[in-house]
């Protein structure tokens, strides 16, 4: 459907998600690209310019604390200033009109919350969240950049952020939460991800049952599967379908 014009395939798309009884989307880094969020492979990707195993590991943060909170306080100083584009905004009107849809999101920035989308699966963590590596304290702290290694305000331990690495499991509710609802789903919808990062990448092979909706400007694995495939950026896709849009 690569060639149908927009306007066709968000007609189609207003049909499929209006029907829909238990709809589900996953989403990545694309969906906050027009927010200012760097997305983390291809052209201008974060991982062009960092080493993911210097940084985003456990291992990494062991052998470096600092050097990894130096990254993360300048990933917040890049995302602080972000908010919610059009497809934020529709992902989270669209949640308030199907009590059983459920979204989950691969991005750690915190602007599908700040969308206001409740029913929502942060499936790698928050980047605002601090978690104590001594006692599992958590904690929301929006500073930005965060001053120097940042301490437990109960036991005075390291904090890390509340993200997950790479080698470190999904935490297992958040997975089984999105397992069961890719499970079901009846329309699933993949919007600015890769799909090349497992286990996220694998949800869609749980949902033969559904129809798969791919919205990306760029081809991934998941596109020869597609049902729908939309090669146009989020937030231009989904504006003119949120309900004050003109026209
Ligand atoms: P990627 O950076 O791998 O992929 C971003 C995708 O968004 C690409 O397929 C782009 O074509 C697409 N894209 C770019 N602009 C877009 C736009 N305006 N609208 C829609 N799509 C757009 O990001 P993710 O797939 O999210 O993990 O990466 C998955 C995980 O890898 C991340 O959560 C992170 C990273 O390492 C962890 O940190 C654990």
Known sequence: MTGTPLEELREKVRELTDRARRPVAITGAGVSAESGVPTFRGEDGLWKRFRPEELATPEAFARDPALVWEWYGWRRERIAPARPNPAHRWLAWYERRKPEFLLITQNVDGLH??????????????????????????????RAPLPGLPRCPRCQGLLRPGVVWFGEPIPAEAMARAVEAVQRCDLLLVIGTSAVVYPVAGLPDLAPQATLVEVNPAPTPLTPRAHVSVRAPAGEFFGPLLPEAPG
């Open 113 to 142: 919350r700040m969308a206001g989308s409740r029913r929502l699966v942060e499936i790698h963590g928050n980047l605002w969240v601090v978690r104590c590596t001594r006692c599992g304290f958590e904690t929301e702290d929006r």
